[in-house]
């Protein structure tokens, strides 16, 4: 292993020109969790590490107009401690409250938990499920990204040389609008998702849905949005039909793997089950909201 370079710089062009300017294997440094895990067990070689929590843009937690950004560095307990943000995304929060233990998620952040790009990530699903946006600083400036369009596989993710995700814009979440996470894992907690599901969903006065985005994770190479779900129960109350039409839908998407946590047929039956209780809670949300 060679000798890595370690940087922390305090704005968005610095980190940007670092990462462009390096040669070798570089990575974006934001709690660590998963690089230092990798780092120990010689899993990766880097030449150079880019730490992003100095910038200020990485840490922010701000509500314009009812929308939120979120840095991509905020780490975990920031969110989940952070009662107005709760309010109004408690799916999200549902994710990141199941990204490890206390302590990891004193350090670990959403734009960590999405750019290790492992299709487990607990706080994917329901950034997807909630039409979140990254914004994306690199040597040609900023663009936007959908959460989804990030990850393209395994430890694959769709930036480019020099580019990192600086924050997460959520839309305005509309009135009577409930979202929900769920996870399938084989032991009682601290383990990685067999399957996970996330649902917003929109309900009008009379508790008819109005639009709906369900995201799955870990049953593919990478997470997934599926239209098929939110079409089959648009425009119910779920009621049984609709539930089942979610289920038969959720579980015609997957693309799983086999290993040691769960079997193919297993993970497939279990993401249907899964995806009817987390509409449900999405649901209650909604009317309750």
């Known amino acids: 292993m060679g000798e890595m370079r370690f940087e922390s710089p305090e704005a968005v062009d610095a980190a940007v020109a670092l990462l462009a300017g390096a040669d070798g294997e570089t990575r974006v440094f934001a709690g660590g969790t998963d690089i230092m895990v990798q780092l120990h067990y010689d899993m990766v070689d880097l030449d150079l590490v880019v730490d992003i929590k100095n910038i200020p843009e990485t840490q922010a937690i701000e509500k314009i107009d009812g929308a939120w950004r979120i840095g991509a560095a905020v780490n975990g ?59 994306v600083a690199g040597p040609k400036g900023e663009r936007q990204v959908p959460v989804g369009d990030i990850v393209t596989g395994p430890g694959q993710t769709s ?101 040691k946590r769960g079997t193919v047929e297993f993970r497939i039956k279990v993401t249907g089950v899964l995806a009817e209780r987390v509409a449900r809670d999405a649901y209650e949300r909604a009317r309750q909201s």
Request: glycine share 10%; proline share 6%.
């Open 77 to 135: 307990m920031g969110l989940v401690e952070h009662e107005e943000f709760n309010k109004d995304w408690p799916g999200v929060i549902d994710g990141v409250k199941l990204i490890g233990s206390v302590q990891v998620k004193g350090r670990a952040s959403m734009g960590g938990n999405l750019c290790n790009a492992s299709p487990a990530a607990d706080s994917v699903p329901p950034l997807i499920a909630a039409g979140v946006i990254c914004n």
């Open 159 to 259: 930036l480019g040389k020099g580019e990192f995700v600086v924050s997460f814009d959520f839309p305005k979440k509309p009135d009577r609008t409930g979202d929900a996470y769920q996870r399938f894992i084989p032991r009682t907690e601290m383990d990685i998702a067999v399957v996970g599901v996330g649902v917003c969903l929109t309900v009008d006065k009379d508790d008819t849905i109005t639009d709906a985005r369900v995201a799955l994770g870990a049953v593919a190479p990478t997470q997934l949005l599926v239209q098929e779900c939110a079409e089959a129960i648009i425009g119910t109350k779920l009621e049984d039909d609709a539930v089942a039409k979610l289920s038969a839908a959720a579980s015609a998407a997957c693309n799983p793997i086999d290993d």
